[in-house]
Structure formats: structure tokens, C-alpha cells
Nanobody, 124 residues
């Protein structure tokens, strides 16, 4: 059974940084695409970025240049480094996974495995 568990989020002032992690178990991450999504209060869940099994990353336009996704295959861990945070980055952040070497488009319906979510709050 695939399980994804995010690390604790946090609160930070605008311009600051946070790093999220997602520990995966029940499978080997080298065979899975992994991704980050977020959902702000009252809004739809949106894709933040993804990482293919070979390490190729893609990002949404709203975070490109500020966020970095990486993974440690030896520890089955996914990371999201968030820099230059803005108040509009405030949301619940989720890690997600789907079997396959190449990541599908960043819509939630394409991903079958989800973490429980962790809150990130950015104050102005």
C-alpha cells in the first residue's frame, strides 16, 4: 500500500523560505512520478510541480523560479524548497504520486496517491 506523509508546514513572512518533505513508503520512488499540489481556502486544488523518475521537473507558472522540487531515491523522500514566498502561496500543500516514469499533466485527477496535507501560511 502506497503511503505519503508530508512534514510539518509552517508560517513565514513574505520573502522567506520553507522546505517541505514527503516520505513515501510501500513503493520505490524511481518507478513513480511525484508531484506537489496546493489548495487555498475556497479554491480548487492546483498543481505546483512534478518530478519524473529521471529527475526532470516541471513547475506551474505561479511558482517557477521560486520553488524547487527534488527527491532522494535512496530515502524515498520528495522535497519542495519554497523561496521568495508570497502571501498568495498560503495554502494546504499535498504531495502526490502516480505510477509511471513520466508525469502526466498537473491535474489532481491524474494522481492516485496523496498525502494528508500540510499547512503553509505566508504573512505580509
Amino acid at each position: 500500500q502506497v503511503q505519503l506523509v508530508e512534514s510539518a508546514g509552517g508560517s513565514v513572512q513574505a520573502g522567506g523560505s520553507l522546505r517541505l518533505s514527503c516520505a513515501a513508503s510501500g513503493y520505490t520512488s524511481i518507478r513513480y512520478c511525484m508531484a506537489w499540489f496546493r489548495q487555498a481556502a475556497g479554491k480548487k486544488r492546483e498543481g505546483v510541480g512534478s518530478i519524473d523518475s529521471d529527475g526532470t521537473t516541471k513547475y506551474s507558472d505561479s511558482v517557477k523560479g521560486r520553488f524547487t522540487i527534488s527527491k532522494d531515491n535512496t530515502k524515498n523522500t520528495l522535497h519542495l524548497q519554497m523561496d521568495s514566498l508570497k502571501p498568495e502561496d498560503t495554502a494546504m500543500y499535498y504531495c502526490a504520486a502516480v505510477y509511471g516514469a513520466r508525469c502526466p499533466p498537473l491535474t489532481e485527477y491524474n494522481y492516485g496517491y496523496w498525502g494528508q496535507g500540510t499547512q503553509v501560511t505566508v504573512s505580509s
